[in-house]
């Protein structure tokens, strides 16, 4: 399976900044990567896909690059709904993985 | 409202089986290939298993291969999970997901179900 390796695990920021997560592939996978936001006892939300593709209803603030094995998701203007934990995901093929999560604090 | 809701957990023990279901509404469910993901207690998320919209495709995490068997229903708008010989560490909150182009990624999440292998 190609495994997902998010960094860093926790970051701590304040309302206002730019924040940058990083997922990086165990192996080439293009750009088959999702970007989710995950709330505590909630379901996830979809953000980005194919790399840097905004979902529909999802803020401009957040947005995604990269290719192959190293992609990151940047969020230019943090917002107090914004505190919570993103995954990204690899859906080249089955079976689809996901890295561990980056939980985002307020500082 | 599109929406997509799983039932069907619970405790179970080692060894024993559940059927989980995730009924559609709102959408054409049978033009979208589903997936079943779990999370495990303050764990991340993990995929489990997933269905073409036609059901004639499956696939499934090596995990659960050949314990678990998705299904779906598409005249009653319906996903399934089946799972048997449950472990331990099967216990999670499953979610069922939809997939919005086929290709992957999931636009449209259930609020999951919790199963709970113990004795």
């Known amino acids: 399976d190609i495994q997902m390796t998010q960094s860093p695990s926790t970051l701590s920021a304040s309302v206002g900044d730019r924040v940058t997560i990083t997922c990086r592939a165990s192996q080439s996978i293009s750009r088959w990567l999702a970007w989710y936001q995950q709330k505590p006892g909630k379901a996830p939300k979809l953000l980005i896909y194919e790399a840097s593709s905004l979902q529909s209803g999802v803020p401009s603030r957040f947005s995604g690059s990269g290719s192959g094995t190293e992609f990151t998701l940047t969020i230019s203007t943090l917002q107090p709904d914004d505190f919570a934990t993103y995954l990204c995901?690899?859906?080249?093929?089955?079976?689809?993985?996901f890295g561990q999560g980056t939980k985002l604090e307020i500082k | 409202e599109v929406q997509l809701l799983e039932s069907g957990g619970g405790l179970v023990q080692p060894g024993g089986s559940l059927r989980l279901s995730c009924a559609a509404s709102?959408?054409?469910?049978?033009?979208?290939?589903m997936s079943w993901v779990r999370q495990a207690p303050g764990k991340g998320l993990y995929w489990v298993s997933g269905?073409?919209?036609?059901?004639?495709?499956?696939y499934y995490a090596d995990s659960v291969q050949g314990r678990f068997t998705i299904s779906r229903d598409n005249s009653k708008n319906t996903l399934y999970l089946q799972m048997n010989s449950l472990r331990a560490e099967d216990t999670a909150v499953y979610y069922c997901a939809k997939d919005l182009r086929g290709v992957g990624y999931f636009d449209l999440w259930g609020r999951g179900t919790l199963v709970t292998v113990s004795s």
């Open positions: 709102g959408l054409t469910f049978s033009t979208y290939a």
């Open positions: 995901q690899q859906y080249k093929g089955y079976a689809y993985t």
């Open positions: 269905i073409t919209g036609s059901g004639g495709s499956k």
